[in-house]
C-alpha cells in the first residue's frame, strides 16, 4: 500500500511539472484520480466515470500512465468524425 501511495505522488509531480509524456495540448487537462488502493486499471476507470465533474468533453481517450504511443496518432480526427455523422 506504502509503495502504491509513493507511485501516485510521483506520478502527480510529474503531471504538476508537465514532465514528458504528462504534457497536455491545447486545452487539455491531465487529472490524476487517486484511489485509497490500488484496484486495478478497469476498476479505476470505472470510478472517474462515477465521478462525472471529472469528465466536461463527449470523448475520452485512456491512456495508461506506462504504455505510451509511439506512433502518430492523428487519424483518430477522422475516426470521431466519422462517429458524429449519421450512420
Known sequence: RENYKQHLQLLQEKIDNRQAPFQPIKNGTIQLLQLPYRHGS?????????RQALISTPYILIG????????????LTSI???MEEDH
Open 80 to 82: 470521431i468524425q466519422y
Open 42 to 50: 478497469a476498476r479505476a476507470i470505472a470510478a472517474a466515470f462515477k
Open 64 to 75: 495508461q500512465h506506462d504504455n505510451f504511443f509511439v506512433r502518430d496518432i492523428s487519424y
